[in-house]
């Protein structure tokens, strides 16, 4: 299904504002690794916002999840606090890896290894 204006507009809103309150608090930054948030989505009835966290160079993606979960609570207070004069109602936070970069890092190196095949 196609999403909608108005969902587009709060998945922007809680993007843009989660981004800020994870580099404001340190949550960016896990085990030596980097957090960012690669995508949200929001369903159609505004009730529930679907967050996609890319990881870069950490070591236990599954801990770092939950850690991140952990924390939902305190995420929704900050995240209604910035937006409680665009949102009637602050939408659930469920949390999930998106696994893109491991998929670009993969194909990556199956290109070189390809190139390094060709050459004599």
Do not use: C, W
Request: avoid cysteine; charged fraction near 30%.
């Amino acid at each position: 299904m196609q999403e909608g204006k108005r969902q587009k507009q709060v998945a922007g809103v809680i993007l843009h504002e989660l981004n800020d309150i994870f580099q404001r608090n340190g949550l960016n930054m896990l085990n030596g690794g980097m957090v960012s948030i690669a995508d949200v989505k929001v369903t159609p009835d505004l009730l529930e916002a679907r967050i996609y966290l890319s990881f870069f160079q950490v070591e236990d993606k599954q801990a770092a999840l939950k850690h991140i979960e952990e924390k939902t609570g305190f995420l929704k207070k900050e995240l209604g606090s910035r937006v409680k004069h665009q949102l009637r109602r602050i939408p659930e936070m469920k949390f999930f890896n998106d696994d893109t970069l491991d998929h670009v890092f993969r194909m990556e190196e199956i290109f070189k290894q390809i190139n390094a095949d060709k050459k004599p």
